[in-house]
Nanobody, 115 residues
Framework: QVQLVESGGGLVQPGGSLRLSCAPP????????LGWYRQPPGKQRELVAT???????NYLDSVKGRFTISREFAKNTVYLQMNSLKSEDTAVYYC?????????WGQGTQVTVSS
């Protein structure tokens, strides 16, 4: 079992920035894919960004150029840097990890973009 815990959510004004963090309890070498998903109010969960073990990234079209997913090996932590936030980015954000053939999710952290 891999327990994921997100941190860094909160309330931010449009145009602002936030950085989400997630530190999986297993080595990055054991994880095939790390990523972030989100679920806006009243909508389905959607992929925001992923990074493979080899460092290949993938982004939701609407966040390209504004969000960046990265890893810090020394801290075994994955980040989602979110810049130029918009009201439509408001959602619960979930950390995700694929280990072997199993998918793991965090409990989620709320991001609210509002003036």
């Amino acid at each position: 079992q891999v327990q994921l815990v997100e941190s860094g959510g909160g309330l931010v004004q449009p145009g602002g920035s936030l950085r989400l963090s997630c530190a999986p309890p297993v080595s990055f070498n054991s994880i095939n894919v790390l990523g972030w998903y989100r679920q806006p109010p009243g909508k389905q969960r959607e992929l925001v960004a992923t990074i493979t073990r080899d460092g290949v990234t993938n982004y939701l079209d609407s966040v390209k150029g504004r969000f960046t997913i990265s890893r810090e090996f020394a801290k075994n932590t994955v980040y989602l840097q979110m810049n130029s936030l918009k009201s439509e980015d408001t959602a619960v954000y979930y950390c995700y990890a694929r280990v072997s053939d199993n998918d793991y999710w965090g409990q989620g952290t709320q991001v609210t973009v509002s003036s």
